[in-house]
């Protein structure tokens, strides 16, 4: 059974930078895809970005374009959400997704999530 734990939340300043983990375990398969979503308070889960686990294609939401980069690291099976110039917009639940296959934006073509991580960002 596949596992996400996510790590790395917390508080920041508007302006700031935080940088969530995501490890996967349980994995079988060498294709796959990463990405991570969050929801805010009071709105609806958004996908924020993804990567596949071969080549270097990466894909982000346009509200955090410039602002997030997301990377991994295959052998430890972790993906990295690196989040600098943090708004409060920024705000949100982050969770770590996975499926079989290619990147998704749909939220819902995800089998697995983690449990979640907090992110604050207020002065």
């Known amino acids: 059974q596949v596992q996400l734990v996510e790590s790395g939340g917390g508080l920041a300043q508007p302006g700031g930078s935080l940088r969530l983990s995501c490890t996967a375990s349980?994995?079988?398969?060498?294709?796959?895809?990463m990405s991570w979503a969050r929801r805010a308070p009071g709105k609806g889960l958004e996908w924020v970005s993804g990567i596949y686990s071969e080549g270097s294609d990466r894909y982000y939401a346009e509200s955090v374009e410039g602002r997030f980069t997301i990377s991994r690291d295959n052998a430890r099976h972790t993906v990295y959400l690196q989040m600098n110039e943090l708004k409060p917009d920024d705000t949100a639940v982050y969770y770590c997704?996975?499926?079989?296959?290619?990147?998704?934006?749909?939220?819902?073509?995800?089998?697995?999530w983690g449990q979640g991580t907090q992110v604050t960002v207020s002065s």
């Open positions: 997704l996975l499926r079989h296959g290619r990147v998704e934006a749909g939220v819902g073509s995800y089998d697995y």
């Open positions: 349980g994995i079988t398969s060498s294709n796959y895809a």
